[in-house]
């Protein structure tokens, strides 16, 4: 059983681009959230989604957005990247109504 | 807005000493979730455990133990007879419910543990 998988694993981006991750919840799960963790810091929520809609959202810019498939997979877009971007985004599912999310291994962004 | 502080941001200690990491946290929500994730070199969380507001037992499971206080909110971990493959960063998380489901994590800035042999 695949647990949460995220695409790439790594990525180098120059400032002023835009990216797209990619995150496959685990089988079973319906709800997919995004965080993204700086090092040396605990990681931060960006947004969760639910049946195609965005169900909540953390203090993060427009610039960061997302989608969620009829597969309940996901993507997460970053525009205009800036250097403090650069971050470990972990993606996250569960089950709606049962609160245990399921975190992959990373994307990790460098932008130079 | 819900907060969480683990005040530890590194504990190192010998192999076989009991361990134990803070965590206190903030909301106004009755209703919540509390978790402790640990973060190997890999990057990937592990989910350790996850306590509803109801429930303040406190629980054991081999050599981790965890004791939550509301009174203090606080949900400290302890790791008894640590061992080197106990070294990794962890994080305390809680989680509000905001009548649709259990919300995005606030994660704490996370404990560094470090077991020597």
């Known amino acids: 059983d695949a647990g949460v998988t995220q695409s790439p694993t790594h990525l180098i981006k120059t400032r002023g681009q835009q990216v797209t991750l990619r995150c496959s919840p685990k089988?079973?799960?319906?709800?997919v959230s995004w965080y993204q963790q700086a090092l040396g810091q605990g990681p931060q929520f960006i947004f969760q989604y639910y049946e195609e809609e965005e169900r909540q959202r953390g203090n993060f810019p427009d610039r960061f957005s997302g989608h969620q498939f009829p597969n309940y997979s996901s993507e997460l877009n970053v525009n205009a990247l800036l250097l403090g971007d650069s971050a470990l985004y972990l993606c996250a599912s569960s089950l709606k109504g049962f609160p245990r999310e399921t975190f992959g291994s990373g994307t990790r962004l460098t932008v130079v | 807005a819900q907060k969480v502080t683990q005040a530890q941001t590194e504990i190192s200690v010998v192999e076989k000493e009991d361990v134990t990491l803070d965590c206190v946290y903030e909301?106004?929500?009755?209703?919540?979730?509390l978790f402790w994730y640990k973060q190997p070199p890999s990057g990937e969380l592990v989910f350790l455990i996850r306590r509803n507001s109801f429930d303040e037992q406190n629980e054991i499971s081999g050599r981790y133990s965890w004791n939550f206080q509301k009174s203090t909110s606080s949900f400290n971990f302890t790791i008894t007879a640590s061992q080197v493959v106990d070294s990794a960063v962890y994080f305390c998380?809680?989680?509000?419910?905001?009548?649709?489901?259990?919300?995005?994590?606030?994660f704490g800035k996370g404990t560094h543990l470090i077991i020597q042999p």
């Open positions: 998380a809680l989680s509000e419910n905001s009548g649709g489901g259990a919300d995005g994590l606030t």
């Open positions: 909301t106004r929500d009755t209703t919540y979730y």
């Open positions: 089988s079973g799960h319906d709800t």
